[in-house]
């Protein structure tokens, strides 16, 4: 006992006495010097230490960079690189050839059939047949009344926006009574509200503006951070990018496939400005457990934004339609926002989707207003400006032509036809389904052969799914066009006859486009991958580079 009285009563004597000892004959500037250096040494060092980053993926990407500058390997990158580029280009070459192109105006305008046929030749160029239910997702309701109710509604609607309050307050009031109707199916209370948004990348991008700014102006955060699994949509990565949040992304369970929570709450710090939860997630349709999540985000005071973009207007009718779900929506104590899709399977136009609070003070948030500005006062709720009217009516049309029976109808039968698959696949060897879909996505994977073969197999038989990486697999998104006559059982079938097909030599690598896409996996520098999916993207745009004319009907283009 003495003794440790002694050490604690003497070691900030003998501490003391080494610092004055070290600088006894120093002059008064290089004292100054020596501290600032120090403490500006160690800001430095836990500026450094303390990224979302970690240290590991900090130094592959520097050493990476450093690799890319050295001229042979940065040839060799390039020469592959424009390989790359080529064949996109020359896909896209390939796949509108029988169509002619409008690089400039007509010397004279189309007239009205001309146009439509071109119209409908555009739109029939298309690889998979999405009406006979071949792609997943994509497109997830087109009966020929409602296209036809919409059709008229825009075309009634199509100038207005709701930017002009006082020109168009029947806009402005669509777009409060399409909100109004959401936040009660999520069981907002007369607190909830929201806005309408282009889709469900905006919706995000408004929560975390809106969230991010209330850490600042509320609580001071000057560095905001966002935690979410690895799973949340990419949109949450390309909202950090736009309004300079940093990520700390938190693993998931590779059973469940849903965010381990111990791992979230270790993951938050004072800077943590919103955390997330998917309702389902887009690469495996599981979800979150949201009620866990929300006890954190009341725990630290922090707001909690619940995904639900993909299946928010199945998960609001599915309890009605006879499936029950753990409490998700603003029912949960802690959960501050929503975002759910109503392009998706609320079955409206695209380009809409809806961003839901719990309470206005942080739709306040949300919102870009600029008071002095010479030419008046602006004020914003989203990101555009002017805004698409006609998406709105035909929104609210929407939601008022098919009522609450037939969105539960609806839902029942793409809830059934998923649950078919998924029972049906479950029963195949050679395969699994990751985790346990909640809604319309179900995902496979193999442990016995690589899985992007039995997507070679599909694409063969006229099937659009969609991969998924780390692990391998893929997923189909069921939309009402699964729900007609035959088309669930088709698939199962085309699925069981690849997967017989493929165990006969499971050992076989993956060939075709697909091997691209699954060598892209094996890349340790990720930014020779950003690079394959720019120039994909670039591909999108394609025209000849030729300025040569050629002729439709007579007609110089």
Known sequence: MVTEMSTLYYGPTVLKQFINTQFQNKEPWQIVS????????????????NQDESLMSRTKKFVFRVCRKIPYISNQIDKELGKVADKFDKDAED????????????????????????????????????????????????????????????????????????VFPGIC?????????????????????????????ESI?????????????????????????????????KAANYLGISIRYVSTDPITTGV??????????????????????????TMDDIKSIASLGVKYDIPVHVDCCLGGFLLAFMPEAGYELPPFDFRVPG????????????????????????????????????????????????????????????????????????YIKNTKSVVETAKYIEEELRKVNGIFIFGKPVTSVIAIGSNDFHVFRLIEKLNGNGWCVNPLQFPPGLHICVTHVHTQDGVAE?????????????????????QGKMAMYGMSQGIPDRSIVGDFTRFFLDAMYYTPKSDATTTLNGIKK
């Open 490 to 510: 088709r698939f199962v079938d085309d699925v069981k006859e690849a997967v017989t097909e493929i165990l006969k030599d499971p050992k076989m690598e993956v």
């Open 260 to 285: 381990s929570i111990t791992e979230m709450e270790k993951a938050i710090n004072w800077n943590t400005v919103m955390l997330v939860g998917s309702v389902p997630n887009y690469p495996y349709g």
């Open 34 to 49: 020596i501290t600032m250096t120090t403490v500006l040494t160690f800001v430095w060092l836990w500026d450094f230490l």
């Open 335 to 406: 959960v501050t926002s929503i975002s759910a899709d109503t392009h998706k399977y609320a079955y409206c136009p695209k380009g809409s989707s809806v961003i839901l609070y719990s309470h206005p003070k942080y739709r306040h948030e949300q919102y870009c207003i600029t008071t002095d500005w010479p030419g008046g006062i602006y004020g914003s709720p989203t990101v555009g400006g002017s805004r698409a009217g006609g998406v709105i009516a035909t929104c609210w049309a929407t939601l008022m032509h098919l009522g609450k029976n037939e």
């Open 95 to 166: 796949r509108f050839k029988s169509l002619p192109f409008f690089t400039q105006l007509p010397l004279d305008g189309l007239k009205e059939e001309e146009i439509i046929n071109l119209t409908k030749e555009y739109l029939d160029n298309a690889q998979y047949d999405w009406k006979e239910g071949f792609v997943s997702g994509a497109v997830y309701y087109n009966p020929q009344e409602l296209l036809s109710l919409l059709g008229k509604v825009y075309a009634t609607t199509s100038y207005t926006n709701p930017l002009h309050p006082e």
């Open 205 to 237: 991008l408004m929560a975390c503006k809106a969230f991010r700014d209330y850490g600042r102006n509320v609580k001071g955060i000057k560095k905001p951070r966002m935690v979410i699994p690895r799973t949340a949509h990419p949109a949450f990565e």
């Open 173 to 201: 009031k669509m777009e409060a009574e399409v909100v109004r109707i959401s936040a009660n199916l999520f069981h907002g209370s007369p607190e909830s509200c929201g806005t309408m948004t282009t889709g469900g990348t």
